[in-house]
């Protein structure tokens, strides 16, 4: 059974990441869909200078829950990506995001961004305007786009980690797309999927009245049959 868990903030997935890291031979591949990028160092707001940084992202062993918890609680936003790679818990990162971004804090780390999503306060004023493009986000051919934009095909990473954070589906129609071939052949070859709620997030930019709930029950009923019923993680991440 395909195991699926929630956590309440994105970089919380990592504990997830890290025990499912733990029973391969190599790290995984992440394929991640934000409406933000997530790309930035990882403690780099936190620690005190590079060394303390450096120190830190050397102290984060994938077998070791421990270290992995005290990790998490270092982190701020956007910075779990960057602490995946280098800490061997991914080979690398393709982001799918609605936001473009000032830069990856790590080479292994790839956006692939919508170039004709609007910017914050357009969607923010007018966001009917902007319904067609939130709809589209799971549609094979767009999707097969961004994908192809990052080189990624996914039965050449059979067991990679599929990740969503849900401020990525701002619409009912998002998660059940006219043509779900790509969306299901992703699932389908992905050893993980983790979902990240976001809720103030999701209450901010959503146009149609979903919640983290029930969007976490529409992507059940994609691969119905496939996955267990979710983990809910706490907010400390375990």
Same mark, same amino acid.
Request: charged content about 25%; proline content about 6%; glycine content about 4%.
């Given at each position: 059974?395909?195991?699926?868990?929630?956590?309440?903030?994105?970089?919380?997935?990592?504990?997830?990441?890290?025990?499912?890291? =733990?029973? /391969?031979?190599?790290?995984?591949?992440?394929?991640?869909?934000?409406?933000?990028?997530?790309?930035? %160092?990882?403690?780099?707001?936190?620690?005190?200078?590079?060394?303390?940084?450096?120190?830190?992202?050397?102290?984060?062993?994938?077998?070791? %829950?421990?270290?992995?918890?005290?990790?998490? =609680?270092?982190?701020?936003?956007?910075?779990?990506?960057?602490?995946?790679?280098?800490?061997?818990?991914? =080979?690398?990162?393709?982001?799918? &995001?609605?936001?473009?971004?000032?830069?990856?804090?790590?080479?292994?780390? *790839?956006?692939?961004?919508?170039?004709?999503?609007?910017?914050?306060?357009?969607? @923010?004023?007018?966001?009917?305007?902007?319904?067609?493009?939130?709809?589209?986000?799971?549609?094979?051919?767009?999707?097969?786009?961004?994908?192809?934009?990052?080189?990624?095909?996914?039965?050449?990473?059979?067991?990679?980690?599929?990740? /969503?954070? /849900?401020?990525?589906? @701002?619409?009912?129609?998002?998660?059940?797309?006219?043509?779900?071939?790509?969306?299901?052949?992703? @699932? &389908?070859?992905?050893?993980?999927?983790?979902?990240?709620?976001?809720?103030?997030?999701?209450?901010?930019?959503?146009?149609?009245?979903?919640? %983290?709930? =029930? /969007?976490?029950?529409?992507?059940? *009923?994609?691969?119905?049959?496939?996955?267990?019923?979710?983990?809910?993680?706490?907010?400390?991440?375990?």
């Amino acid at each position: 059974m395909m195991r699926i868990e929630t956590v309440d903030l994105h970089h919380q997935v990592l504990t997830a990441w890290a025990s499912y890291r =733990s029973t /391969l031979a190599e790290a995984p591949a992440v394929v991640t869909f934000d409406h933000h990028t997530d790309t930035l %160092p990882a403690f780099g707001r936190a620690a005190a200078d590079e060394a303390e940084r450096r120190k830190w992202i050397a102290a984060v062993d994938f077998r070791e %829950p421990a270290a992995v918890k005290a990790a998490i =609680s270092r982190l701020c936003h956007d910075e779990h990506l960057d602490l995946a790679v280098k800490a061997g818990i991914a =080979s690398r990162s393709i982001v799918v &995001a609605h936001a473009d971004h000032p830069g990856c804090a790590d080479s292994r780390i *790839q956006v692939t961004a919508d170039a004709s999503w609007p910017d914050l306060n357009l969607l @923010l004023n007018d966001p009917d305007r902007f319904r067609p493009l939130a709809d589209r986000v799971f549609e094979e051919e767009w999707l097969a786009a961004r994908l192809a934009a990052a080189g990624f095909v996914p039965e050449e990473h059979p067991g990679f980690i599929f990740d /969503l954070d /849900l401020d990525y589906v @701002l619409t009912e129609k998002a998660l059940r797309p006219d043509r779900p071939g790509l969306l299901c052949r992703l @699932l &389908a070859n992905a050893g993980l999927i983790t979902l990240s709620r976001e809720d103030d997030w999701l209450r901010l930019l959503r146009i149609d009245p979903v919640t %983290p709930d =029930s /969007l976490v029950r529409q992507l059940m *009923q994609t691969v119905s049959g496939e996955i267990t019923e979710p983990v809910r993680r706490t907010r400390n991440g375990f």
